[in-house]
């Protein structure tokens, strides 16, 4: 790997464990200020809102502006996320500020792998990637709970400015206060990613020919016979990922008593799998045979079921490494299929976007509904099992569109394939 992934690496790591340890933070800010349940399930969607409506202006940002630089200011951004935070605007609008930050990261941050890397490299690139940022979210979220906790939050409150009053009197506001110095390191490593000889593309001229733009290249991808596979997946995989951040605290609560804190840290062992199934399939799967993977979307749909009869820690712990395990093994390969059609299409930083716009179009769904039926009383055991057979049956469907485009483009679907097997630059 060239020297400027590392550094893209140490960015991304201290970026995406401040946004999860945040998660944390604000969820346990909204139950001590006595916020309803709906409320801190909102916080996912909330989070998805800017990916989405941002999706035609931040991948031909990324694109026309050095990465690094985007990175920097998607930062800056997500500071003042956590400062709103902290001087009274609703924490559900504050979290949405923090998700306008993600939505300019992230084609910056995926966009600058493909100018980096050759397509070769791709999938190894993804795997150390998403294990890092699984990584991140494991410690993100076992970071944000101890930080709540009673010993670091009182640390964190003894901290005093001189003649300043902070107006930081709660855990989950000293842990807010504490992300902005996490983002201040993520910027530090910003400010060092290499520029790229990638040529950058300019903006067009108003937001109408920006959004015609962003809609043909999301026809494009749909329409190319490998992106539509990869897309579908990714799409589905991070919707319901995304979701069950907050599930699994609802099911932990209802499960086995758990609190904010405790259940931060079965967020992680779920991460944990995610990271190691995301390495092995660095390694085990080539580009080519990305598409190998997709029966795994079906069981993994499936097993999401046998966690409503589970009510023992023994069992939840290694249960929720393999659900994570079979995940991580299955978005890594999908991931790097997407992003190489999608640079051959269109341009890193625009495929990117298009792929944000549908993966967090579908978190926002599948959030609202969420949020919905928590407002109506829906128990976190039916989320799950509706979620669940939602996986398994829209996998399934996809793996079926793709044994379609086996059977009637099979010229064109080799062709593609011919290309990530031989496109070494």
């Known amino acids: 790997m060239k020297k400027g992934f590392y550094t893209i690496m140490s960015a991304q790591f201290f970026s995406s464990l401040a946004d999860n340890a945040l998660f944390v933070a604000a969820v346990e800010l909204l139950r001590t200020s006595g916020a309803a349940e709906w409320q801190r399930a909102a916080l996912v969607p909330m989070f998805a809102l800017f990916y989405v409506v941002l999706a035609p202006f931040v991948g031909a940002f990324a694109d026309a502006v050095p990465k690094g630089k985007v990175m920097f200011i998607s930062n800056t951004i997500k500071v003042l996320g956590c400062l709103s935070m902290l001087v009274g605007v609703h924490p559900l609008i504050a979290y949405a500020i923090v998700g306008l930050g993600a939505a300019a990261y992230s084609p910056a941050k995926y966009g600058i792998l493909t100018e980096l890397l050759p397509p070769s490299q ?18 993100g979220a076992v970071f944000g709970g101890q930080l709540i906790g009673a010993k670091a939050s009182a640390v964190l409150l003894a901290i005093d400015v001189p003649f300043i009053d902070t107006g930081i009197d709660t855990p989950p506001e000293a842990a807010i206060a504490f992300m902005v110095v996490l983002y201040f390191i993520a910027a530090l490593f910003n400010l060092r990613i290499p520029r790229t000889e990638a040529p950058l593309q300019p903006i067009a001229h108003s937001a109408t020919d920006l959004v015609r733009e962003f809609a043909a290249c999301n026809s494009r991808l749909w329409q190319d016979k490998l992106g539509q596979i990869s897309l579908g997946m990714t799409t589905l995989f991070w919707g319901v990922s995304g979701n ?7 099911w932990a609560a209802a499960a086995l008593g758990y609190g904010t804190t405790q259940a931060s840290a079965l967020a992680g062992v779920v991460a944990i799998g995610t990271a190691v ?29 046998v966690l409503n009869f589970i009510d023992n820690l023994y069992l939840a712990i290694p249960f929720l ?9 299955l978005v890594v390969p999908m991931n790097a299929l997407l992003q190489h059609r999608g640079h051959n299409l269109m341009g890193a930083g625009r495929s990117i976007a298009v792929q944000n716009f549908n993966e967090q179009a579908c978190i926002l769904g599948l959030g609202a509904l969420y949020t919905m039926l928590t407002r109506f009383g829906t128990s976190a055991f039916g989320s799950i099992t509706i979620f669940g057979l939602l996986v398994a049956g829209i996998m399934w469907v996809v793996g079926r569109w793709h044994a379609h485009n086996k059977r009637e483009h099979t010229e064109e679907l080799e062709r593609l394939l011919a290309i990530a097997r031989s496109d070494k630059h």
């Open 321 to 329: 490494i393999l659900l994570g395990g079979i995940g991580g093994y």
């Open 244 to 250: 069950m951040r907050y599930i699994v605290f609802a």
């Open 122 to 139: 791709l999938v190894k690139a993804n795997g150390w990637i998403e294990g890092l940022t699984i990584a991140s979210i494991i410690l």
């Open 277 to 305: 199934g995301a390495v092995v399939a660095s390694v085990a799967v080539r580009l080519d045979k990305a598409t190998s993977v997709i029966p795994l979307g079906i069981g993994m749909g499936l097993l999401m079921l």
